[in-house]
């Protein structure tokens, strides 16, 4: 195999802190701002081009005057009462006050359209204008100018609680003051020109930087002022490329905004020292740091930065790069490599990143190293073999059986993991394998020297393999273990990442702790875990988490630091440096540095709304007894600062328990409110650090109605004795009514009684029994014993049918069904065969179900062949079809004939001697008439002859309309009859 040295380019660049930018999404009202200042109730206030604007963290609100000349607004100061003031550039000043804007002054007369300069000094408003300051009384609005014949003065500034005056020669305690006196500090060594002055403070100690432009050269010279005295600094002590706009002081630090970025210095013992330059290319107006420790950058043309966290900082390299692998050396050389193939190391000492000349055209997939001079290096396509001699890097190819890698880890210094998008398996770096675990995909691989225990994340669970390679599944709760990501910690003790579970612990291939969002994890969806000593990086998909295994403690990143933990796909450790690679580029931060304090915004409520209607915000509400809806609206000033928390509510007078919202729900809606006294008590509380911002509360009492006022319940309690009597009387009524009604009910059931027994005598009536006998007799003389057997029984069966149906009152239309194929089986007897029939049943309807009242189709079957049938000679027709209807609440019976229709059928009967009259027929419809007496649905019977094109009858249909009856229906009305 073929050695190749591997070289490099060399690449020196700097870090920048990882910033926000609000832009149009967010509702940026403007691109171009002049000032921000943050008040005590923590909105920030931006003055703009198009205006003053204030932003609570979601919403900008914009401020304006009717009698205001022109959108553009500046200098935006806090007097000493807290107002906010600002100007505008022809010269009126306002305040804000109860959430308006006020007009104090208009002097746009005395500007002449000059640029005004504020500030505040004791009860007084300094305006500076030109060569020209004026002070104007807060109180009285009076204005006095201060002038100096002998030293025009170019501008004031306040210090140590003391004003000063600036002119060409010297710092002026006194706008009297002569030069030279000892009241005075010199400046006779500036040049003699127009100036524009500007003081800039360096440090709270009434240090400044006396900034003195001279607008024919565009070039500054700055004079360093304290308690000491004034001294012009020359090139060597402060060289800075552009007009400083406004200067940032925080602990031992200046920024200084201009117009080709924010340049940061050190300040001590009265010497700045250069450290950074911040927004290169861009002009910020102004820095302000706000309670939530964000710093605020203005801009003129890209609206505003926020920086959340100095200490989170992006390399700034010679190209914009997608960061897929890290990996590193020694614990002093970062190795990492990108989506484009490339491979580079870092090293933190001297800041110089390094491009081996060596790419595979695809990405870098993993990086491993024996953490001594070796790597692996995994690209989608290739994969190598990096060797740190001391000659330089030098690298093998052709290694494809660990390419494309999904886990990649060293065993020791020549064997190594592998687990690829089909296999996991141990190689060794000459290229032989040395085991074949498992033939599926691998999420990750890990290995545990402790225990000599190789441990391999599938598609489907965890294993671990001991010493010998023999396979153990690692469960929770039963359950197979889905991880991205694993690690262990010097004990031994091996720490997984898993999709939905958190973080687990696992000790001699048991689970013993389970990390959730109930111990502190942001979230329980984990895709990164990195030990460091005993201590444990967790990412998730909200934030990067440092856990301490000594005292169980979470410190977090959150998205409160800009970062999108969505594009965090490694993180490795080098001394106090972490470092991740993400889409956006390779990200570093100090591990003692980088926290911020968790911090807990307070929460006030913004509006309530009674029954829709918007009402003033109270302590207290009365309401009146129609009120249902009462909701509450709450919010929280800052940037983020709903984020990893939560509200918790109650309503006392309703429930004691608290309910806790979901995230960014900031309302609560109570609808049908009861008539009570309740106290809405509402509180916001932290996920990650278990902190509780006071509770506040809203009394809310609704009125009773009248009628549950005492006065109305006296009323109502004559009025309900009186009622009481009244119902008394007409109960006994009603029992008397009763009792007529159960005379006339019992009459009913007595004729339904007769009924029946007309209808079986119907059914058993003489001519049907005498022709059932004739046809015995036929068949015993002509010695067709078996036939007469066979008839005699199925008679017989038949009478004994009618006899049991006779006492119930409903049966099943499967026994109904049974007798009529007995019935017309014994006619298609007596027929002899010139008789058919046929009986259709939907297969839809349960027959055994369903109950009809008794003795209720047969009749009308019987009638049909009586009348319809027994006049044709041949071909006898009869169709019998059950079917559901309107969705399955009615049973449709529909009884065909092919008779010789009804009126012939009249005319047979009246020539016979002896006229029948069709009891049968008449007595069901009376026993129908009293089943339908009281029901909603009734039963009913249509009966229609059939006739054909030429208007000839081709016989009858009979169609029966029953509702469906449950058994529980049927004995609630059995019982009713009763």
């Not at 330059?277 to 302000?288: A, D, E, Q, S």
């Not at 026993?927 to 000839?952: E, P, T």
Request: charged share 20%.
């Amino acid at each position: 195999m073929p050695i190749v040295f591997v070289f490099f380019t060399v690449f020196l660049y700097g870090q920048h802190p990882l910033f926000i930018q609000l832009d149009e999404k967010d509702g940026l009202p403007d691109i171009e701002f002049y000032d921000v200042v943050e008040d005590k109730e923590g909105f920030i206030w931006l003055a703009a081009n198009n205006g003053l604007f204030r932003y609570d963290g979601k919403t900008f609100k914009n401020y304006t005057h009717p009698k205001q000349k022109g959108l553009s607004v500046f200098n935006l100061t806090f007097d000493s009462k807290g107002r906010l003031w600002f100007n505008t550039i022809s010269g009126q000043f306002f305040f804000i006050k109860e959430d308006k804007a006020v007009l104090f002054l208009d002097l746009s007369e005395e500007t002449g359209g000059v640029f005004p300069e504020i500030s505040f000094y004791e009860n007084c408003l300094i305006v500076k204008m030109n060569l020209n300051i004026s002070t104007i009384d807060l109180n009285t609005k009076k204005v006095t100018r201060i002038t100096s014949k002998k030293l025009p003065l170019f501008g004031s500034f306040t210090a140590n609680d003391s004003l000063f005056f600036v002119s060409s020669q010297a710092v002026h305690t006194s706008p009297t003051t002569q030069y030279p006196s000892k009241n005075s500090y010199p400046l006779s060594h500036l040049q003699k020109a127009t100036l524009e002055f500007k003081q800039l403070p360096l440090n709270d100690q009434g240090a400044s930087l006396l900034q003195f432009y001279n607008t024919h050269t565009a070039r500054a010279e700055y004079v360093h002022y304290s308690q000491k005295g004034t001294k012009l600094l020359t090139k060597k002590e402060f060289d800075i490329p552009s007009q400083i706009i406004t200067s940032f002081t925080e602990a031992n630090e200046v920024w200084f905004t201009t117009n080709s970025g924010i340049y940061v210095y050190a300040y001590t013992n009265g010497v700045l020292q250069y450290k950074e330059n911040l927004f290169p290319g861009h002009t910020i107006t102004k820095v302000i740091k706000d309670k939530n420790n964000n710093y605020w950058c203005t801009s003129l043309t890209q609206g505003v930065f926020v920086i959340p966290n100095r200490h989170i900082r992006k390399h700034i390299l010679h190209k914009k790069q997608h960061i897929t692998a890290l990996g590193k050396i020694k614990d002093s050389l970062l190795l990492y490599g990108n989506k484009e193939g490339e491979i580079y190391t870092y090293n933190p000492t001297n800041g110089k990143h390094k491009m081996l000349n060596y790419t595979a055209n695809s990405k870098v997939a993993r990086l491993a190293t024996n953490n001594e001079d070796t790597a692996l290096v995994s690209f989608d396509t290739d994969a190598i073999i990096l060797k740190q001699t001391k000659n330089g890097w030098e690298y093998q190819q052709n290694h494809n059986d660990f390419r494309n890698s999904k886990g990649l880890h060293f065993i020791d210094e020549e064997q190594f993991i592998f687990g690829g998008h089909q296999w996991a398996a141990i190689y060794n770096t000459s290229g032989d394998t040395i085991a074949n675990l498992g033939i599926k995909r691998t999420y990750t691989a890990h290995y545990i020297p402790q225990t000599k225990t190789t441990v391999v994340a599938y598609v489907d669970g965890v294993v671990a393999y001991n010493d010998t390679y023999q396979p153990k599944p690692i469960t929770f709760k039963g359950k197979p273990i889905l991880s991205k990501d694993m690690d262990h910690t010097p004990n031994g003790t091996l720490w997984i990442s898993t999709f939905t579970d958190g973080l687990l612990r696992v000790k001699n291939g048991i689970v013993t702790h389970n990390y959730t969002t109930a111990k502190g994890l942001l979230s329980n969806q984990t895709s990164l875990v990195k030990a460091d000593g005993m201590q444990l990086w967790v990412v998730s998909d909200l934030a990067i988490q440092q856990l301490n295994l000594k005292n169980q403690s979470f410190n977090n990143l959150s998205q409160k630091e800009g970062l999108s933990y969505a594009h965090v796909s490694e993180l490795e450790i080098l001394g106090e440096k972490v470092f991740l690679a993400t889409r956006d580029g390779l990200l570093e931060f100090d591990k003692n540095k980088a926290f911020k304090p968790d911090s807990l915004e307070d929460f006030y409520f913004t509006n309530v709304f009674i029954n829709d209607q918007a009402v003033d915000i109270k302590a207290s509400y009365h309401l009146k007894h129609n009120t249902r809806k009462v909701q509450l609206k709450f919010h929280s000033n800052g940037i983020y600062a709903d984020l990893n928390t939560r509200y918790q509510y109650r309503l006392l007078g309703g429930t004691d328990q608290w309910t806790t919202l979901e995230q960014d729900n900031n309302q609560i809606t109570f609808n049908n409110l009861p008539p009570g006294a309740y106290t809405f008590e509402l509180k916001k509380v932290s996920l990650n650090s278990y902190q509780e911002s006071p509770t506040q509360s809203i009394k809310i009492r609704i009125n009773k109605p009248f009628y549950q006022r005492w006065w109305f319940l006296g009323l109502a309690s004559v009025l309900l004795l009186l009622i009481i009597r009244y119902f008394y009387l007409k109960k006994i009524r009603e029992k008397e009514n009763e009792k007529s009604l159960l005379v006339q009910r019992m009459a009913n059931e007595k004729e339904l009684v007769l009924l029946k027994l007309e209808n079986l005598r119907s059914q058993m009536n003489p001519h049907f029994v005498f022709n059932a006998l004739n046809s015995i007799q036929d068949y015993i003389l002509l010695n067709q014993k078996n036939l007469a057997s066979n008839y005699l029984g199925k008679f017989a069966d038949l009478i004994r049918v009618y006899l049991y149906q006779s006492g119930k009152d409903t049966i099943t239309l499967e026994e109904e069904i049974d007798a009529l194929k007995q019935y017309l089986e014994l006619e298609k007897l007596r027929f002899e065969h010139s008789f058919r029939y046929r009986i259709e049943v939907d297969r839809q309807i349960p027959i055994a179900l369903i109950q009809i009242p008794t003795m209720l189709i047969q009749p009308y079957v019987e009638n049909a062949i009586k009348h319809g049938l027994l006049h044709k000679k041949t071909n006898r027709r009869l169709t019998i079809v059950f079917a559901l209807k309107f969705n399955n609440t009615l049973l449709h019976c529909t009884i065909t004939d092919n008779g010789v229709g009804r009126k012939k059928a009249q005319k047979f009967q009246k020539n016979r001697r002896k006229y029948h009259q069709a009891f049968a027929t008449e007595a069901n419809q009376k026993r129908i008439d009293l089943l339908n007496h009281g029901r909603l649905h009734k039963i009913q019977v249509v009966i229609s002859d059939r006739y054909d094109k030429d208007q000839n009858c081709k016989g009858t249909q009979v169609s029966l309309k029953i509702p469906i009856l449950s058994k529980t229906t049927t004995e609630h009305e059995s019982t009713n009859n009763r």
